[in-house]
């Protein structure tokens, strides 16, 4: 199987300068990025905490990210950059972390940069009575009510899909279980950390705030000029979500996705305590 999975990287890898997307990456954007002299190219923007993310202006960096993803096709290849082969073993990568940290309550979740709403129906409708969706391309939104309302999934368990980006979407209800996968690179450092404090607003008690993301092997920011993402380190999510109020309750790796592409990592974490 590992042999197998690896030839189909191979061929996948030789068409990735036409399919790119924030989903898995191949992990060599980490050498090249320095050695195409991109880092001299890149504006200094501010974060949080004191530090900088050398990326483009901020308006430019949101507008590039949504003209990429409105030419993307609306399928699970096309939000898994040509690399749909990989959502089975993503998918049950996820379902065993979600199954040991026992998410307390199965009512309501959100699937935060839904896409078409692959997480949604294969990961959270199984779970949850309802799974509300924050997706910015309306044609992902469209496709993502279709695929999770077909004949084989009962009635009433996609609720509300929000078409806005992430840093303007702040939840308006408590819910159980807040998803965020492949999509937290679109954001600038000083909105990522806006957002997960909004999102800590949104969860019931006892709930957990998920994201699942690459990181880079190093200790450096990595720009995709493409799609206009970043590849943050796993330590700056750490940070960043401190900075938020947040602790962090289990931390796992992704295994046995195909080699050459970016570590990824589930984070399941929870408002630090006011006590």
Not at 54 to 68: L, R, S
Not at 107 to 134: E, H, K, M, Q
Not at 184 to 193: I, K, N, Y
């Amino acid at each position: 199987m590992t042999t197998t999975l690896e030839a189909q990287l191979s061929d996948k890898l030789k068409v990735m300068d036409e399919i790119k997307d924030i989903g898995p990456k191949p992990a060599d954007q980490e050498e090249s990025s320095s050695a195409h002299g991109r880092t001299d190219e890149r504006a200094e923007f501010p974060s949080p905490s004191g530090s900088a993310t050398k990326i483009v202006p901020e308006p430019e960096f949101y507008d590039k990210a949504q003209k990429y993803w409105s030419e993307v096709p609306a399928t699970v290849n096309g939000m898994l950059g040509g690399l749909g082969y990989i959502s089975a073993i993503d998918i049950q990568g996820s379902s065993v972390f979600l199954r040991e940290i026992r998410v307390p309550g199965n009512r309501l979740a959100l699937d935060c940069g839904a896409g078409i709403g692959r997480v949604t129906r294969n990961l959270l409708i199984p779970r949850f009575s309802c799974v509300d969706l924050v997706e910015q391309d309306p044609a992902f939104a469209e496709k993502a009510r279709e695929y999770c309302t077909s004949e084989d999934v009962a009635p009433g368990k996609v609720g509300q899909i929000y078409n806005v980006g992430l840093q303007k979407f702040a939840p308006s209800q408590q819910y159980d279980l807040i998803w965020s996968q492949w999509v937290l690179g679109h954001l600038t450092d000083r909105d990522l950390v806006a957002f997960f404090r909004r999102i800590k607003l949104g969860l019931a008690p006892g709930a957990f705030f998920c994201l699942k993301e690459n990181v880079s092997s190093s200790r450096k920011t990595v720009e995709d000029k493409e799609d206009s993402s970043v590849t943050r380190p796993l330590d700056s999510y750490e940070r960043f979500l401190k900075e938020a109020g947040f602790r962090i309750v289990r931390k796992v790796k992704q295994q046995n996705f195909p080699k050459g592409l970016f570590p990824v990592y589930m984070i399941a974490c929870k408002p630090v305590s006011k006590e």
